[in-house]
């Protein structure tokens, strides 16, 4: 069975997200209470490329052993350290690479890399793991997202998945999270 992790793209609020974080609590200590609810998290090459060494170690200090960072790979970001450097930074706390289609297909990275899909139709079958956005509108249909984990288990074979919430509510992946252990896909 196929491991699926919903994840979202940082930890910083949107505006509909203004009950999560207590008012008191300082902004730098955002992503310990981010990871404490949610088990990985995805960042986009303009989040993790500008960043130095120690604030990379900062952020692995911040968070429990069992969470995750995902890393969208940019080969035209800017980037303070290599690829491979941000990767030993973050240790045993990386989750993977996420690439597009002809990213793996040049093998640019080593493993463990996620597979950016645009549709769950088009699995390919030579990628070690799979991730795919949420379609519009899905991360508050519950119904309609046990259909989808449920494909999205389907095509990935086997494989771990990730299941891309962009920016949604915090709330809304924690109750994505709960319906994939009901579900018994994480």
Do not use: K
Not at 117 to 135: E, F, G, I, Q, T
Request: hydrophobic share 45%; aromatic share 10%.
């Amino acid at each position: 069975m196929s491991r699926i992790r919903p994840v979202r793209t940082g930890w910083d609020p949107t505006p509909g997200d203004a009950d999560f974080y207590p008012d008191d609590l300082p902004e730098d200590w955002r992503l310990t209470y981010f990871a404490n609810a949610l088990d990985g998290v995805a960042l986009d090459a303009a989040a993790w490329g500008p960043v130095d060494s120690g604030r990379i170690a900062q952020w692995c200090s911040d968070v429990p052993d069992s969470f995750a960072f995902y890393l969208h790979h940019d080969p035209s970001a800017e980037a303070l350290a290599t690829p491979a450097g941000v990767q030993a930074l973050i240790g045993e706390r990386f989750g993977g690479w996420i690439l597009c289609p002809d990213q793996v297909a040049a093998g640019c990275l080593h493993e463990p890399a996620y597979l950016l899909l645009d549709a769950l139709s088009v699995a390919d079958s030579r990628a070690s793991a799979l991730a795919c956005a949420v379609p519009a509108g899905l991360d508050r249909d519950l119904r309609a997202a046990r259909r989808w984990l449920e494909e999205l288990a389907s095509a990935a074979q086997g494989r771990p998945a990730l299941a891309l919430m962009g920016r949604a509510r915090f709330e809304d992946v924690r109750r994505w999270q709960s319906l994939v252990e009901l579900l018994g896909l994480g």
